[in-house]
């Protein structure tokens, strides 16, 4: 069985999941994949099962109920991944944002070079993002500079949703205590492997902004990162973490 296991959360990434899995399973490392699905109205979830019998035990479909976060989401994959024996876990999206070659890269990172935490990181070089409109560029660089601000976080990407955890971090953090579930739950996350002292490493990725399906970013998810950062911070400032 392999160590390693790539959770993908979906909601209506019909156009874009089997592109996704075959390039994954095209990589020379032997990587599994755990698919979350929210139930899609497009039947993603459907393709999935389609695609499990060309990948037989080495592709995995979760189908939850109904669309409900995609912090909740990774973490029923996390819960997943740890009653079995995966010890490097993968957050990626479907959508090509985040280039499967590049998880060798990380892999190696956490492996090789023994971080607990590594991040494809769009801000460690620069700003390296395609395809985005210069505001958006702007708002997603400016919150990670803010997250560093109110938090002390050193972390130049602090939102990014394309990271490799050793299975020990997971195991640490108490996922019933993690409580946000869209861009927060990734500084969430992060926040409390740096304050449990794990070993985090950026690497430079490439983001490129997706060119089918439909983004899921909406103003809720914007104003649970700008206030939930704060109540991190709080929460911190008075041990109740």
């Given at each position: ?164 955890y050793k299975r020990e971090v997971l195991e640490t953090l108490d996922m019933d205590k993690i409580k946000f579930i869209g ?59």
């Amino acid at each position: 069985m392999s160590q390693k296991l790539v959770i993908i959360p979906t909601y209506n990434e019909v156009e874009n999941i089997e592109r996704i899995v075959r390039n994954i399973f095209s990589q020379p490392v032997d990587f599994q994949i755990l698919v979350v699905d929210d139930n899609s109205p497009d039947q993603t979830w459907a393709l999935v099962q389609e695609l499990q019998k060309d990948f037989p035990g080495q592709l995995h479909l979760e189908i939850r109920n109904a669309k409900s976060g995609l912090g909740k989401a990774y973490i029923h994959g996390f819960k997943w991944a740890l009653q079995r024996d995966y010890q490097f876990i993968f957050e990626m999206d479907a959508d090509f944002s985040h280039n499967p070659n590049d998880l060798i890269r990380l892999f190696n990172a956490s492996s090789k070079q023994n971080f607990d935490l590594v991040i494809g990181s769009r801000y460690i070089k620069g700003v390296n993002v395609i395809n985005w409109p210069m505001k958006r560029v702007l708002m997603s660089w400016i919150a990670s500079k803010y997250v560093k601000l109110i938090t002390g976080l050193q972390i130049e990407d602090t939102t990014a949703g394309f990271v490799c955890y050793k299975r020990e971090v997971l195991e640490t953090l108490d996922m019933d205590k993690i409580k946000f579930i869209g861009y927060a739950f990734q500084i969430e996350m992060k926040f409390k492997a740096f304050k449990k002292g794990f070993k985090v490493k950026e690497i430079p990725v490439i983001f490129t902004d997706r060119t089918k399906g439909k983004s899921k970013m909406s103003s809720g998810i914007i104003a649970e990162a700008i206030f939930g950062v704060i109540n991190l911070k709080l929460k911190s400032i008075l041990g109740k973490l």
